[in-house]
């Protein structure tokens, strides 16, 4: 099974930018859509961009024109580059495969904290 790594979370101004990444283990990594969820305090888990397998993309509308998922499948990779971030973005990020509508194993996520 396919299994996934975040990194690149950090404490950013406003308005600064980070890149997320997220290193997936699995020989059927290319098969699978992917999705960049994240998680508040208090709030329920969000899917904030999503990557399909044929690398079609959509967004959260919170996020839109700010925020850019991509994939690498030579490398088993998929990077969130988020740019002109605000501090309700702070969360903690997580990385996921999607297939049929299910989800597969949460990894510990990255944390992303965006100051005023």
């Known amino acids: 099974q396919v299994q996934l790594v975040e990194s690149g979370g950090g404490l950013v101004q406003a308005g600064g930018s980070l890149r997320l990444s997220c290193a997936a283990s699995?020989?059927?990594?290319?098969?699978?859509?992917l999705g960049w969820f994240r998680q508040a305090p208090g709030k329920e888990r969000e899917l904030v961009a999503v990557?399909?397998?044929?690398?079609?993309?959509n967004y959260a509308d919170s996020v839109k024109g700010r925020f850019t998922i991509s994939r690498d499948n030579a490398k088993n990779t998929v990077d969130l580059q988020m740019n002109s971030l605000k501090p309700e973005d702070t969360a903690g990020y997580y990385c996921?495969?999607?297939?049929?509508?299910?989800?597969?194993?949460w990894g510990q996520g990255t944390l992303v904290t965006v100051s005023s």
């Open positions: 699995g020989r059927m990594f290319s098969s699978y859509a």
């Open positions: 990557v399909t397998s044929g690398s079609s993309t």
């Open positions: 996921n495969a999607i297939r049929g509508g299910a989800l597969g194993a």
